[in-house]
């Protein structure tokens, strides 16, 4: 498609509800709620924290100034402004994508699999048994086919028409339900316990290697930064937009639903006594939340019903929101690449990721292995690539960031960040995470 026919978001609301709707999802209540109870609470919140501000921050700016410079997609956008030696780097981007979305869809398609029981039937009284049958074999799978075909359906109607209107509907729904659960958690009985949990920082785990990348892991993973997913959703943004305030817009919202969440999560879990369930390195897996939370709604009766469902809408709206940005980088590759069209893009690509998906959905410790791989490895890796090459390859960078953006206090801290603090983190985080991720890998073999 030519650049004067490339489709464009209708304005900054447009975008950044977007955007912000790629960032939070599964990421910001699953994932977040987990590696905070597995990896020791409030000190992991406050790595993430830093994270997401020193170095999410940096890097969302050089993905929206890379994409909207280049309306392009992320291979082409690569090659745009460095030649075609970057783009593999784009390459990367998208299987990543790929790989993501693939096991992603999964989880998702467990979150409709409990929301349409709970409203028909209430939630289980056997949880650990209900979430085995969810989790694995077939049924996941079809669930999981399911979330696709309706992540197909929003991006195969394009950006305006389907991903922004998508967003600008599911965005106030998903704050208006999280921000009513962690209210009503907070009036149970016993929940003081799980503020304290969430709140008190132990300075002796902020050190420990393995809560830092995760944490580093967390802050890009929930930021959507590292796979080009919004080098794309900037890709069709106009030149006025002002970039460095629209970032920070977004991280902030991201940042917020995620501290939320936790607001809903840890005061439930001690009100109900289920903290024996999630916390510590043995409990804390990837499919804990699934099953103590279905635990305590049973328990509370019909309020457990009425708030379970809602928390798993909120999930499947978050997750829907956030699956369509990552299907739209692996689309708009293929629109720009090989010359499809979008409809066709969008189904073959998600044929293809949907059954990619087959062995995350039979067996959780693959699924589990994957997401380490690819937020640990393939995340990191590739937001260490962007920061060079914004940094070092791309000519006069903030020139072209500045675009619409009246402010100036952010010129003299984005590049040093981008050029020297960005990359020396990522590569110390890369070198902790890369054995890690392995001997995860290695293991299920
Ligand atoms: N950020 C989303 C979440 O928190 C997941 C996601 C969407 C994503 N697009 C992405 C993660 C691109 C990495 C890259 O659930």
Redesign the pocket.
Known sequence: MSAASREQWTGRRGFVLAAIG???????MW??SYLTAEKGGAAFVLLYLLFTALVGLPVMLAELTIGRGAQRSPIQALAHYGGSAWKPLGGVFVA??FL?LSY?GVIAGWTVRYAGDALLSGFPTDPGAYFAEVSEGWDSFVYALGFMGLTVFVVSRGIRGGIERAASVMMPALFALVIGIAIYAATLDGSGGGYAYYLNVDFAKVLDWDVIVAAAGQA????????G??LTFASYLSRDHDLPSESLMIAVS?FGVAFLAGFMVFPLIFALGLQGDVMGADTGTVGALFIALPKAFATMGDAGRVVGLCFFVALIV??LT??I??LE?VVSAAMDGFGWSRRNAALVMGVAIALLGLPASHAIEFLDAVDTL??NVF?IGGALGLSIFTGHVMRDPVAAARGGSKSAGWTSVWLPLLRYVVPIVLITVLAVSVPGAWDKLAALF
């Open positions: 790629s960032a939070v999802g599964l990421g910001n994932r977040f990543s994508g993501i992603y890009f993973f929930s930021l959507s930064l590292g796979m997913a919004m991201d978050g997750g956030s699956a940005s990552l980088v690819a937020n995340l």
